[in-house]
């Protein structure tokens, strides 16, 4: 069977690539605040929108349009004109129940 290999190289100011930041900063900021934080977030920039979407269970609580904010001055983005939304709430029980008894943890890996 043939094997296929795909990958993507986008520039610094792509969307693609501010949108892996946000995300990667919401994933760090949780974690640093709590160890055992669970992030499943996706964003999407399209002309002048930016919009956080998906699952973080967590005890601290990330203020994600300021990281949104600071992510975007740190690449040098006023976010003044940028309309931003969130639609971010707590991991399922079904999903949050299958990740504390998934095979990983039992057998300590």
Known sequence: MRKFY??????EGH?????DQIA??????CLKNDENSRVACEVLATKGNIIVAG??????EPDVFGV????????????KEIHMDTFVHQQ???IA??????KEKREGL
């Open 24 to 29: 990667d900063t919401i994933l760090d900021v």
């Open 68 to 79: 949104v904010r600071k992510v975007l001055s740190e690449v040098g983005v006023s976010s």
């Open 92 to 94: 399922s029980p079904d």
């Open 6 to 11: 795909t990958a993507e190289a986008v520039t």
């Open 55 to 60: 699952e973080i269970t967590s005890t601290y």
């Open 15 to 19: 969307p693609d690539k501010l949108c």
């Open 97 to 102: 129940e299958a990740e504390e008894n998934s």
